[in-house]
């Protein structure tokens, strides 16, 4: 028999051949041990990993909360520090250390970063004292939930100053009084245009002030019902567009009469069946002022409590520019009542080729309600 000699096909290393700038967008992509695995690559990768403006720090990923903070340090200690950040992710579901996460914002803040996400556990009762210095920042996203006390919330400055935020989620937060009496803490920031509240509370008033001329999205979840937590709000914000709430409306929403008409595309989930009139007059009452809306998003369970309002045919508001109605239904979640899809669309225009109008057929509409994201991105 004659034996072969296996050829070996040489493979060339285009990615290799990219010039810095392209390789460093790909690690971008990329947590920051990831990164910093690709080193042992070749010499052209061995020092390229301490460039990326995108860290990505996920201290779940290690062992240890000691290896963590050994790494951590190891990252900051050789980044080039001439690189300013774009963004920093840092995202826990263990304990992390009020220290650890101080020596992460203020390396963040010092190195102008313009998108902020943090996710942890940790004690902390003071809004970070660092991030009020920051001015770079257009994105921030913070998650401070306490290890052992569910609900426990950290309290927020009576007025932030972030001169090109655009971009604010905010979870387990307390917003307190003002010098001025009020509860206003967002109306230094001129830029804002998306805003999110998650478990959070008022302290100390009964209304939420939130004064914002570019502000397009609000978003409010709250999950419980807890008579404490729940906070009604004046809204100052004639450009807003969208409005999103989950959770069981039992407060009232102080709008302002003269920003109603710009509020567009409206989602309403109640996340629990609450059988009480207070509530479904309430819930009526949001429909009544925000009847110029063009597309509307409702829970099943929602249009369940709605349904408890006596009279709702006579009571229901005429919205005369609603083009698009969907229904969501959760896996476990009441019927829909009969006929109250009818009631909603009653005075609406006439569904034309293409538009999502929905009449009663409920298996078209029907559909799972998405769940809260995990706070911690780590599913």
């Known amino acids: 028999m004659v034996k072969r000699k296996k050829s070996r096909m040489k493979i060339k290393d285009r990615i290799s051949d990219l010039p810095d700038s392209v390789i460093l967008h790909i690690l971008s992509f ?37 290896i963590f903070i050994e790494f951590v340090s190891l990252i900051f200690s050789n980044r080039n520090i001439s690189t300013d950040l774009y963004t920093l992710r840092f995202r826990s579901s263990n304990v992390t250390e009020q220290s650890l996460l101080e020596t992460i914002l203020n390396y963040a803040v010092s190195h102008k970063v313009q998108q902020l996400d943090v996710h942890v556990k940790c004690d902390i009762q003071q809004f970070p004292t660092c991030l009020l210095l920051c001015r770079s920042l257009t994105s921030l996203d913070l998650c401070f939930s306490h290890p052992t006390i569910y609900g426990r919330t950290t309290l927020f400055p009576s007025s932030l100053n972030m001169p090109v935020l655009t971009s604010l989620s905010l979870w387990y937060f307390a917003f307190s009084v003002g010098n001025d009496g ?67 409306p039992v407060q009232k929403l102080c709008w302002a009469k003269s920003n109603l008409s710009s509020i567009k595309q409206v989602s309403i989930d109640v996340i629990e069946f609450w059988k009480s009139k207070e509530t479904s007059l309430v819930l009526l009452k949001w429909l009544i002022e925000l009847a110029n809306m063009a597309s509307l998003t409702i829970s099943s369970t929602a249009l369940k409590v709605l349904s408890l309002v006596p009279n709702l045919l006579v009571k229901c508001p005429s919205l005369c520019n609603l083009k698009s109605l969907k229904v969501e239904k959760r896996q476990i979640s009441p019927m829909i009542p009969d006929g109250i899809v009818d009631i909603l669309i009653q005075n609406s225009p006439s569904p034309k080729p293409g538009a999502a109008l929905v009449r009663n057929k409920a298996d078209d509409v029907i559909k799972l309600m998405k769940k809260l994201k995990d706070p911690f991105g780590l599913m």
């Open 30 to 66: 990329l947590n920051i041990k990831q990164a910093l695995q690709t080193c042992i690559l070749s010499t052209r990768w061995m020092n390229l990993w301490q460039q990326p403006p995108t860290p990505v720090l996920i201290s779940s990923q290690l062992t240890t909360a000691d």
């Open 182 to 248: 009020r509860v206003d803490p967002f109306s230094a920031l001129t830029n804002l245009k998306s805003l999110t509240m998650v478990y959070c509370k008022v302290a100390g008033a009964e209304n939420l002030c939130i004064s914002s001329t570019k502000l397009v999205n609000l978003y409010i979840y709250m999950s419980h019902y807890a008579p404490e937590t729940y906070f009604g709000m004046e809204l100052y914000a004639p450009n807003i567009c969208t409005f999103n709430f989950s959770g069981i």
